[in-house]
């Protein structure tokens, strides 16, 4: 068998693979005979059939079998061996010829393979050389007191009011549909917020008492909102052929009551074990939650802006007329158009998946089946703790985690995660960071902007 590496410029090469006859010939003998032994052949017995007769009805099939095998393994050896750092898969080349395979006569094939090379790396911008803002999130008074407010709201209720519409308030609207098509009028009552309705409804609404009369197009009423919506929340019972316009009539008005500061509203915001008996206790305990919160939130922010700045700082080319080939050879969805449409995305992912590559290398991170699991659990907590399930008795997070271990796409997607955390930990531990203090809505606007460029 020979093997010859080309380089073809642009970090691109081709493998050509000659695969000569007696690198297969026997192994092809003996898979014939496998053949022989298995096959069902109409007038031969089971295990009888002449060897010439499987040649002439599975030869071809058997040959190209042995030849592809023998093939990937050359191509897995030679990469490995030769320790070529490689991107995606090997493709065959545009110029390999259609191979047919000829039985009569045992002949050399050659075969040429295209392979993309990963660029030399030196990471730079990941030193104690290199400065980076830490966003450290300043704390304002204001912040705590709409901690607070917030927590009134949610703990409020919502007590029926005769003083003219507010903007947050329920409103209960008396529908009678106008000019019905059939002899029975569709009536119901139905309850929105002037916040949900659109402009105009919104302006006419505002400032209404109990009492008031007007015509609304229930499918224009509340913005944002499709025709199917309408139906089922507005219409539920109503027949099919209902018309848009009724008249509404507001029969009450509902507004939150914030609920009071006193002692059981501590108890029932804290627990009944709670040391928070007094508003000021409240505001410590408020400002240590958020300091917490946003201590996180800033390193994260942190670690995104040094990440950017790492993937801006490591200049990198790659062998791009390969690897769009190979992206499109290897995802059916994908077509040329969505491809220049998002290659500089792929580019940029793939920049920082060898930074990383790179930097693991250096700091060698090891990761352990039991760091795996218990990071599930964390997030099986947290899932759970959202959806406020942890108040239903106990929950078996490990048996969760240990089912989640038994999926490899489960473990791998973990490990991923995991590891670029640590490598980022380790990052921020050999740069030197400055703290910045920002307040908590240029925190919002910092994230935001993020979210839209992630997204």
């Known amino acids: 068998m020979k093997t010859e590496l080309i380089d073809k410029g642009d970090l691109s090469s081709q493998l050509t693979i000659v695969i000569e006859p007696e690198d297969y010939k026997s192994e092809f003998e003996t898979e014939l005979k496998k053949y022989g032994q298995k096959a069902h052949i109409k007038g031969f017995r089971k295990g009888k059939t002449p060897i010439t007769a499987i040649k002439k009805m599975y030869g071809k099939s058997v040959l190209a079998e042995v030849i592809n095998g023998k093939l990937q393994k050359t191509i897995e050896s030679f990469i490995t061996d030769e320790k070529l750092d490689i991107l995606g898969n090997p493709l065959p080349s545009d110029d390999q010829k259609l191979i047919d395979f000829d039985l009569k006569h045992m002949e050399a094939y ?104 007007g015509q609304v197009d229930i499918f224009s009423l509340e913005k944002d909102t499709s025709e199917d919506y309408v139906k089922k929340y507005f219409l539920k019972d109503a027949p099919d052929d209902v018309t848009g316009q009724f008249n509404a009539k507001v029969t009450s008005i509902k507004r939150l009551q914030p609920a009071e500061i006193n002692e059981d509203f501590f108890i029932k915001a804290f627990g009944e074990d709670t040391e928070v008996k007094t508003e000021e206790a409240a505001r410590v305990r408020f400002r240590e939650d958020l300091e917490k919160f946003y201590d996180a939130q800033g390193m994260s922010i942190t670690k995104r802006k040094i990440m950017e700045a790492l993937i801006e700082k490591n200049e990198m080319k790659f062998p791009d007329k390969f690897l769009k080939r190979w992206l499109l050879s290897s ?125």
């Open 110 to 213: 050659e075969f040429s393979f295209d392979i993309g090379h990963a660029p030399s790396l030196e990471v730079v911008g990941a030193s104690t050389d290199n400065q980076y803002d830490h966003y450290k999130v300043t704390v304002e008074e204001g912040d705590i007191d709409e901690q607070l407010t917030e927590l009134q709201k949610k703990m409020g209720e919502q007590i029926e009011v005769t003083t003219p519409i507010e903007i947050l308030d329920i409103v209960s609207l008396f529908i009678s549909e106008v000019n019905p098509v059939t002899e029975a009028s569709f009536e119901t009552e139905i309850s929105i917020m002037p916040e949900r309705m659109n402009e105009a409804y919104k302006d006419e609404y505002i400032g209404k008492e109990v009492g008031y009369e």
């Open 331 to 455: 995802n059916e969805e994908l077509n040329a158009a969505q491809l220049e449409n998002e290659y500089e995305g792929f580019a940029q992912n793939l920049k920082w998946t060898l930074i990383k590559k790179e930097l693991n290398e250096k700091y060698k991170i090891e990761i352990s089946k039991e760091d795996i699991k218990l990071a599930m659990i964390e997030k099986f907590k947290a899932q759970f703790a959202q959806y406020g399930y942890g108040m239903m008795g106990e929950i078996d997070y490990d048996g969760f985690a240990e089912r989640m271990m038994q999926n490899q796409e489960s473990v791998q997607k973990e490990y991923e995660e995991i590891l670029a955390e640590r490598i980022m930990d380790r990052v921020v531990e050999e740069v030197s960071l400055v703290e910045k203090q920002i307040a908590v809505e240029e925190y919002k606007e910092i994230v935001e902007e993020l979210r839209q460029n992630n997204g």
